[in-house]
Structure formats: C-alpha cells, structure tokens
C-alpha cells in the first residue's frame, strides 16, 4: 500500500520558497557601541537638529535688532553711529559662518558616532 | 495600510526616550534585515551595504522623534536605507541604479497564490528587498510563526505543542500570517517606500 502524501499548495510553496531564499547573507555584528551611540544620539536630537536654523537666526535677529535701536542714538553722535552700524552688519555678514561652523560640528559628531 | 505594530510603538516610545536597551533591542531585533536589505539594495556589496545599515540607524537616531508609527518601523528604516543608498549613488556618480524600481517589478506578487514562482525571480535583487522588507514590516507574531515553520522547518504538532493552542488556532493563525505577508507584499510592491 502506498501513501499519497498531498502537495504543498502553491501559495504556500510559494511563501517557503520565499522566505528561505531571503535569509542570507548572514549579517556582521554591530559595533557593541552602537547603541550608546544611537541613544544619545536620540536624547540630543532635536538640539542637534536645530542647531543650524538656531545659530543662523540668532546671528540674524541680533544685527537686526541694533540695527532697529541705531534711530534712537543722539544726533550729533555720528562716530557712535557708524560704530553701532557696524556691529549688526559685522553680525549679519557672520551668520553664514555661524552656520558653517555648526555644520562642521554636526558632521563630525555624526562621523564620531559612525567610528 | 499597515500600521506599525503593538510591540514596534512601545518600542519606538523607549527609542524617544533615548533609552539604551532599547537602541539595543531595535539593532537586534532589525540589524539583520536592515543589512539583507541593504545587501540586496547596493546590488551584493557587503562594504556598502554595511555603511547604508550604520547610516541608516545614526539617521533613524536623529529623526525617531518624527516617527508617528502610520506605517511599520522596519518599513521606515527601509525608506531611510533607500535614501542612503540613492545619496551613495550620487556621490559615486553611478549611472545604473540598483534601486527597486517599483515599475520593475509592478504586479510581481499578484498571482503568489495560483502560479509557481520562476526560477529566475528570486536571483532579482529589487525583489528579494521587497520580501525581506514585507516579511519584517509584519506583525511580530506573524512573523515569529512563519520563521518558525518555514525557515526552522518546525511541524505545526511541535508549534501546537509550544504554543499550547489547538491544531485549529495554530493552522489558523499560520493562515492569517501567510495572507498579512501576501498582503504586505503587495503593499510594499505597490507603495514602494511605504
């Protein structure tokens, strides 16, 4: 007497053969490091994130700001005037440096986490 | 469309809270797949795959907090993990690009339940991704049973035994996981970056 033994239906075959074929290669460890790394990464996020736009802004608003009390020196004041112009403009032409400085750290904090 | 799992949202909680066993837990849970992945994403480089996993979790790191859990959050690592690679390619300069194209593979999985695969499908980079991306975006259980049975070749009489449920519930349930990871398929086939 024989025993039929029925097929494996074809979705499920299918599925099998779909799943096994996927298992490979066998990936490296992680650094055992990593997630110290990733978790304070986590933590300092959102700062690390809004550094840039922070930095950037606050160059910005401050030269703006003097820029909007320069009207209420005394006349007659002018070499205060041209001192006091000068700062805001000084401050607004350093934001792009702020920002870059910023990026720099950004990049090498990233790079520090990665090694 | 899938959303992310009980157990992915309580971990993605203790991810926000920048808790360590759970950065942990997310590289042992994921670190695998997301390295199949991106193996099969950088066309079988194991350097390149290695840097798109790390870049991807740093990246995951700094962005978990926008997380809202509408969709898996393998599938979100694996939306990152395209990124990376593509920004690779661009640094490389690369014309062909070992992407998954969805147009390449549109429809691929739609007659998983009458037809043999063929032979040659499963050499195709673009679609191993997609499976490793729908067989871990499904819900843990789901998918703890269908590695149980189909990778570890355990019998459903072992997996009655272990689970200590009836052979109906097992067989049911091994049926509800088959037709989520079709349905996941389907949807990563389609969505693409989910």
Redesign the interface.
Known sequence: MTVRIDPEP???????????????????P?PAA??????????G??A??NGLPVAAAGCAVAGLVLLALLPLLPAGRMDMRWWMAAIPAINLLLSPFAAAVVIKAMRKE?SD??A | MAVASSEDRALTAA??????????E??ERY??A???FA?HLCGGE?AWA?DV???T??A??????RFRGDAPLFGWLCAIARCKAADEIRRRGRMADPIPENAASAGAWDN??????PETW?ERSEL?AQ??EA?WSLPPEYHRL??AR??NGIGVDLLVRRSGRSYKAVESMLARA?AA??RQLREVDHDGTN
């Open positions: 074809i979705g499920e075959h299918n599925l099998r053969a779909l799943i096994t074929s996927v298992q490979t290669p066998v990936a490296p992680l990593l997630a110290e790394s990733l978790a304070a990464r986590a933590r996020g959102g690390a994130g990233t986490a990665k | 991810l926000c809270r920048g808790e360590t066993g759970a950065w942990a997310l590289c670190g695998g997301l390295y199949r193996f194991s290695e996993r790390q870049e979790l740093l995951a790191a700094a962005a978990i907090q998983l339940e009458t037809e043999p695969l499963m191993r499976v490793i067989l269908l590695m189909y990778v088959r990871l079709r």
